[in-house]
């Protein structure tokens, strides 16, 4: 996943104050807002869209979303979950919808479209720290952003972002339950199954395709290492049936993944080992084969 | 109020490295397998008195990555009192005592030979070749639907004085 810079030099940017008749409360708090007043200014612009003629007021709404905004980028240094950021983007939305003569629309559009990048920066972050307590929350972000491009650009494909975020929580889910297989087994289906998302979006994608049939095949092979532990003959039975079920459901993805890219060095030994450890040798030697031709190549 | 902004906005994208395909363990799983059979194997045959005494020898023809596995993960365990000692032996007929033999594929040809120089020894013989019961070995790896299974002659054992308990008999998928 790509982190998203959005820079937007809010020192520079102001609400703009586009109509003739101009709320005096509004007036107010945006003097509040320029001399950096951000919690006064916030107080007294909460009011008047409270207030009877506020509600419907594009420009007092378009005031309050900059006041907002700048309280989550300046006084809350752009925190993760802050309420700020959301009452900023309600604000806009609000400001759009009322904006009849479109006089604010730029403005709302560049400030909707910065909170929405740092959703995604957020989701980003989340991902990175691949956090078992919180990786969830990552989710809850890229809808948000996503949500909100919809918002603004409701005839563009989100097509390509939603594969890079599905692979990105896909390879955060992996890594967590990495560290402790045995106690974190939903993390495993919860990998697996952000894969079947790519693959949903996208069938012939490379890397979920692999890291599918990878994940099934490690997981059988993972499962076998903990035979010498074994006390009975029959739980070896029980253990490497199941295993091998697992290394089974690897070998069509690996397959795909090397029919969509057949000089990738990963598949060819991908299928190589997938094939060697489901007994079918002769098959296994030709990738084998084709390998040490690849890597001779190169 | 004078209308007043400038924006400067950039939009601008920097690789990461979230995404990142899972590694391959590189591991040969049927080895993993038939060590912990050959393990299981000597638990569930019973040797006769003389066999009772010094360490438990399972012995390895071929099949190098069986003998790593024995070597790493089952030498410290016990045979009932009997400490487990794992030997590699070179494609040889000249096999000194051993309580279990286990002969890979790369030694199939010599399988018959083997079979005749240890007849009278209470070594069980574990072979990874098609029809190696009919040749005299006890016990048999096959593979059936990608399953690595096992197969195994009660006579051929009986007939060294090995005796082959009643739960290695019901995970056969066939006895002789």
Not at chain 1, 44 to 59: C, H, P, R, W
Not at chain 1, 286 to 298: A, G, V, Y
């Amino acid at each position: 996943m790509r982190t998203l810079i959005y820079v937007l030099f809010v020192s520079l940017l102001l609400p703009s104050l586009a109509m003739a008749q101009i709320d005096d409360r509004t007036q107010e708090a945006y003097g509040l807002y320029k001399l950096g007043m951000l919690k006064d200014a916030a107080e007294k612009i909460d009011e008047v869209v409270e207030s009877k003629n506020g509600k419907t007021d594009a420009q007092a709404w378009h005031v309050r979303g900059f006041i907002y905004k700048d309280i989550y980028a300046k006084l809350e240094n752009s925190a993760i979950n802050s309420k700020s950021q959301e009452e900023a983007v309600r604000s806009f939305k609000t400001s759009m919808e009322l904006d009849e003569e479109r006089k604010l629309i730029e403005m709302n559009q560049l400030a909707l479209k910065f909170l929405g990048v740092s959703y995604f920066n957020h989701a980003s972050e989340i991902i990175d720290r691949h956090n078992v307590y919180t990786i969830d929350r990552a989710n809850d972000n890229y809808l948000k952003y996503k949500s909100l491009m919809t918002f603004l650009y409701p005839d563009s494909s989100l097509k390509s972002k939603d594969v890079e975020f599905h692979l990105a929580m896909s390879t955060a889910y992996r890594k967590i339950y990495d560290e402790e297989p045995q106690n974190r087994a939903e993390f495993f289906e919860k990998s697996n199954n952000s894969l079947l998302m790519v693959l949903d979006l996208d069938p012939n994608n490379w890397a979920a395709n692999y890291s599918y049939s990878v994940s099934f095949y490690n997981k059988g092979a993972r499962n076998l290492q903990q035979l010498p532990n074994t006390e009975s003959i029959i739980d070896v039975y029980a253990i490497s049936s199941e295993s091998m079920r697992s290394i089974e459901i690897a070998l069509p993805f690996m397959l795909k993944a090397y029919e969509i890219d057949p000089d990738k060095i990963e598949s060819i030994k991908g299928l190589k080992w997938i094939l060697f450890n489901l007994h079918q040798e002769e098959e296994s030697k030709k990738m084998s084969d084709l390998e040490r031709l690849k890597e001779s190549q190169r | 109020m004078r209308k007043r902004f400038l924006i400067i906005a950039a939009l601008c994208a920097i690789s990461a490295s979230f995404q990142q395909v899972p590694k391959l363990n590189e591991t040969d799983t049927s080895a993993l397998i038939k060590a912990s059979y050959l393990y299981h194997f000597s638990k569930l045959v019973d040797w006769p008195a003389q066999a009772k005494t010094g360490n438990f020898i399972i012995s390895v023809m071929g099949s190098t990555s069986v003998y790593q596995e024995l070597v790493k993960k089952y030498n410290a365990k016990q045979i009932g009192s009997q400490q487990i000692e794992v030997r590699k032996l070179t494609k040889t007929l000249n096999i000194s005592n051993c309580h279990v033999l286990y002969v890979g594929k790369e030694c199939e040809d010599i399988l018959p030979d083997i079979i005749k120089a240890l007849k009278n020894e209470p070594t069980l013989i574990v072979s990874d070749a098609s029809g190696a019961l009919k040749k005299g070995a006890d016990i048999n790896f096959i593979v059936e639907d990608t399953k690595l299974l096992f197969e195994l002659s009660v006579k051929n054992a009986t007939d060294k004085d090995l005796f082959i308990g009643s739960t290695l008999k019901s995970l056969a998928t066939r006895i002789q």
